[in-house]
């Protein structure tokens, strides 16, 4: 691979915008980095780790080779609105195109997905006459959902997944009256493949049967059938199987897996078992974190104002830890919630705005606590939690309490300065 390439497929793959995908260049990327980004922050454990990154310094990010090399045209708009990626791009190196003026060809593609329900193949670098930018395929999955989010139409909001053994781009999207739908795309062509898409809404929950932590009687939910935003970007499964979609903001939140082969609705787990004041969603942009052996899955829960209610299996404010087998679906088998969580839940400082990193695993011959995950949310703190055992019950929060000395993660012996003892990380 010459040094050029590896410099455009660096700076692609780490393209942010707006309402269209600019390249940055950047130095030179190590010719031992895979290039392929599939899944937000580049693995399914939320690292956005990369062995082979050089580190960033003054002298080569101030030099000329950091600048735009390429954007693409504008994304489409809809009803006067312009398009908005809240969704990350996503990078494939090699993609063969399948349809369209630019069949049978393989390029370097960026994959996007806009707020206006609109998901893209951009080529990434020259190939022959075709410009870098150019857009190789384009997708319309539906009228976007408006009012929406942020006040721009709510289509796409969380960042898709690539599975490239099968070769396709998983997206959710809202339509029309507030439908949330997931999608699988051939990435070759970006056509939805057949039996999708998969429907996401309270009334496909009650008739599958596979809501967990759920009180039947209180029908939850019934009434708010979009679920209020899907925010979390989506994550896969390791053999693929269960494409895991989570929803949130404001209202009781859900994880939803979906099965990819028989696309349906699989499984699902509610953050709070009897809803009130529509607390407790699973918003953060990273979504699910999976831990790279034993497949748990793992997601952090928000709050609202007013969020606060002690009850047993009310997880607002907490991280929760699950397994998900056939015949099972989801259940909970550890948790974690700070110990002031009672402060945080009333005045809308949500834990899962920040997301949960699974840290890789240390070498046990140095550490009784090798496995390891991150989380830290709209407080500033972060929160060292051992995956192995979380320290909460499965049938409700802890006591609520100000003394920062008693969290049960794992805390530096020396008092930190935001709470003059010991307590977890503030970081600003």
Same mark, same amino acid.
């Given at each position: ?6 410099? *455009? ?15 940055? $260049? ?37 030099? *000329? &080779? ?42 370097? #593609?960026? $994959? ?55 070769? #396709? ?8 009256? =507030?439908?949330?739908?997931? =999608? ?24 599958? @049967? ?46 939803? !897996? ?20 529509? &607390? ?13 052996? @034993?497949?748990?899955?793992?997601? &952090? ?10 009850? %047993? ?22 948790? =974690? ?5 009672? &402060? ?17 695993? $240390? ?13 830290? @949310? ?20 802890? !006591? ?12 530096? %012996? ?15």
């Amino acid at each position: 691979m010459d040094s050029s390439r590896r410099q *455009e497929l660096r700076s692609v793959s780490r393209c942010l915008s707006a309402s269209m995908i600019v390249a940055v $260049l950047g130095g030179p990327m190590p010719a031992s980095a895979s290039p392929d980004v599939t899944t937000f922050h580049r693995n399914p454990q939320r690292t956005g780790w990369d062995d082979a990154e050089p580190s960033l310094t003054r002298k080569n990010v101030s030099s *000329e &080779a950091f600048r735009a090399i390429w954007e693409s045209p504008a994304f489409d708009s809809v009803g006067g609105k312009p398009a908005r990626l809240y969704a990350s791009p996503l990078y494939v190196d090699r993609m063969r195109v399948t349809a369209g003026e630019f069949a049978r060809r393989t390029f370097s #593609v960026v $994959l996007a997905a806009s707020s206006n329900g609109f998901v893209y193949a951009v080529n990434a670098r020259k190939a022959g006459s075709v410009v870098p930018g150019a857009i190789l395929w384009r997708t319309k999955l539906g009228k976007p959902c408006y009012p929406g989010f942020d006040g721009v139409n709510t289509g796409v909001l969380s960042t898709p997944v690539v599975d490239m053994h099968r070769r #396709v781009l998983y997206v959710t999207t809202c339509e029309d009256q =507030y439908a949330w739908k997931a =999608y699988a795309l051939d990435i070759g062509n970006g056509r939805p493949l057949p039996n999708w898409p998969v429907h996401i809404n309270a009334d496909v929950l009650s008739r599958a @049967g596979v809501a967990q932590n759920v009180d039947q009687a209180a029908s939850p939910q019934s009434d708010r059938p979009s679920f209020g935003s899907q925010r979390g970007a989506l994550n896969l499964s390791p053999d693929g199987r269960h494409l895991y979609v989570t929803f949130g903001e404001s209202v009781t939140g859900w994880i939803v !897996a979906v099965d990819t082969v028989k696309p349906a609705v699989a499984a699902a787990f509610a953050s709070v078992a009897s809803p009130h004041n529509y &607390a407790g969603g699973i918003w953060g942009a990273g979504g699910p974190a999976i831990s790279q052996g @034993g497949g748990r899955v793992f997601v &952090a829960t928000g709050t609202s104002f007013g969020g606060l209610k002690i009850q %047993p299996h009310d997880w607002v404010q907490s991280v929760l830890e699950l397994s998900d087998s056939k015949g099972n679906g989801f259940v909970l088998r550890g948790t =974690y919630t700070p110990f002031n969580y009672c &402060a945080t839940a009333a005045v809308d400082i949500d834990l899962g705005s920040g997301g949960i990193s699974i840290i890789p695993d $240390l070498d046990p011959a140095v550490t009784t606590t090798p496995h390891l995950l991150a989380v830290g @949310g709209k407080q500033g703190n972060v929160y060292l939690v051992n995956r192995a055992h979380l320290p909460g019950r499965l049938d409700q929060r802890p !006591a609520c309490s100000t003394d920062s000395s008693r969290d049960a993660s794992l805390l530096s %012996p020396k008092a930190q300065p935001q709470f003059s003892s010991p307590g977890p990380l503030n970081v600003f």
